[in-house]
T-cell receptor, first 113, second 113 residues
Framework: KQEVTQIPAALSVPEGENLVLNCSFT??????LQWFRQDPGKGLTSLLL?????REQTSGRLNASLDKSSGRSTLYIAASQPGDSATYLC????????????FGSGTRLLVRP | GAVVSQHPSWVICKSGTSVKIECRSL??????MFWYRQFPKQSLMLMAT?????????EQGVEKDKFLINHASLTLSTLTVTSAHPEDSSFYIC?????????FGPGTRLLVL
């Protein structure tokens, strides 16, 4: 059974710092991995999707890497800003479907001005 | 990307009443939608898959008679929480998939008194 874990559970950094969020999964046979952002009381916004054949994806100040063999993904945020404060979730498709996602518990990020 | 809306955004009801939540795909036709539930400080858990024109499929442990799903058109799925109880208080989020990316609605917060 696939399990997704995220560490740390919470992170507080001063504005301008570069930071790394971690995601691990137990079954390396994944179709892809997605990173999402969730603002308090809101839905999810897709940030990056990495295919199983890719090693990384970049979007602006965000860079996500994927190491299937070790069951790990990282989300790197460069030059963090207070507007980056949110919960970041990673998710992988369940084995029987590429559309049913299994989520990690998230990392709550606070970027202090 | 896809635009997904939900209505209402929040609802407070008395124990024993039924609550209907709507999920709409605004800019494309979705034969499949997904319903997730998120308890406070926990991650999202898939509840059921809503299939247009056919019965929904429920995840293990989710009572189909309690959480009624109707996907009567390609742009609308509804989730009805029947005889709601305080333990049903949660954040309910729907999603649609476009390509390999999932797009989520803004969520509906339900509080059962």
């Amino acid at each position: 059974k696939q399990e997704v874990t995220q560490i740390p559970a919470a992170l507080s950094v001063p504005e301008g710092e570069n930071l790394v969020l971690n995601c691990s999964f137990t079954d390396s046979a994944i179709y892809n991995l997605q990173w999402f952002r969730q603002d308090p009381g809101k839905g999810l916004t897709s940030l990056l999707l990495i295919q199983s054949s890719q090693r990384e994806q970049t979007s602006g100040r965000l860079n996500a890497s994927l190491d299937k063999s070790s069951g790990r993904s990282t989300l790197y945020i460069a030059a963090s800003q207070p507007g980056d404060s949110a919960t970041y979730l990673c998710a992988v498709p369940r084995g029987d479907s590429s559309y049913k996602l299994i989520f990690g518990s998230g990392t709550r990020l606070l970027v202090r001005p | 990307g896809a635009v997904v809306s939900q209505h209402p955004s929040w609802v407070i009801c008395k124990s024993g009443t039924s609550v209907k939540i709507e999920c709409r795909s605004l800019d494309f036709q979705a034969t499949t939608m997904f319903w997730y539930r998120q308890f406070p400080k926990q991650s999202l858990m898939l509840m059921a898959t809503s299939n247009e024109g056919s019965k929904a499929t429920y995840e293990q442990g989710v009572e189909k008679d309690k959480f009624l799903i109707n996907h009567a058109s390609l742009t609308l799925s509804t989730l009805t929480v029947t005889s709601a109880h305080p333990e049903d208080s949660s954040f309910y989020i729907c999603s649609v998939e476009l390509g390999e990316t999932q797009y989520f609605g803004p969520g509906t917060r339900l509080l059962v008194l």
